[in-house]
């Protein structure tokens, strides 16, 4: 699936229909280049699901956790990570052991050592919007289309 968002407010009513179609526990992926709106994406699913705080890439910390309505999120940011066995230190694997979405951004830096997404999405710079592009989702693309 691909989608034109030209605006931010494109991103942000994608980031609704996006929070209401994920399951209670899953993976996302986060692909794109500095700047494409990764974490401009997680900020509106965050917003949507009723979070009201600043909203800060993980770049420095490699995660932030959110607990919202009784569920968890948490947004990765592996851009930093020098080598993929340091998600290791980190306690990686009991991040998904939980009911929780995981964002990650920059999973590639993570190869090896991350499981398969149930979803995956790429931002890409498109003059002043964003092409995003899905290419799996959890239950099938038909489900966030709508």
Same mark, same amino acid.
């Given at each position: 699936m691909k989608k034109n968002l030209r605006n931010l407010r494109e991103t942000e009513a994608f980031a609704v229909r996006l929070w209401h179609s994920l399951p209670e526990q899953c993976i996302v992926f986060l692909h794109g280049d500095l700047g494409a709106g990764k974490t401009t994406l997680v900020r509106g699913v965050l917003r949507a699901a009723g979070f009201a705080g600043t909203v800060k890439s993980p770049t420095f910390?490699?995660?932030?956790?959110?607990? %919202?309505?009784? /569920?968890?999120?948490?947004?990765?940011?592996? =851009? /930093?990570?020098a080598e993929p066995e340091e998600l290791e230190w980190?306690?990686?694997? &009991? =991040?998904?052991?939980? $009911?929780?979405?995981?964002?990650?951004?920059?999973?590639? !830096?993570?190869?090896?050592?991350? $499981?398969?997404? &149930?979803?995956? %999405?790429?931002?890409?710079?498109?003059?002043?919007? /964003?092409?995003?592009? %899905?290419? /799996?989702? $959890?239950?099938?693309?038909? !489900?966030?289309?709508?």
């Open positions: 910390t490699l995660v932030e956790e959110y607990r %919202i309505q009784g /569920r968890i999120i948490y947004h990765f940011d592996l =851009y /930093r990570l980190i306690g990686m694997r &009991d =991040y998904f052991a939980e $009911p929780a979405i995981c964002f990650i951004e920059w999973p590639e !830096k993570g190869a090896g050592m991350l $499981p398969q997404p &149930d979803c995956s %999405i790429t931002l890409s710079i498109q003059g002043d919007g /964003r092409l995003l592009e %899905i290419d /799996r989702f $959890p239950g099938g693309l038909e !489900k966030i289309q709508q």
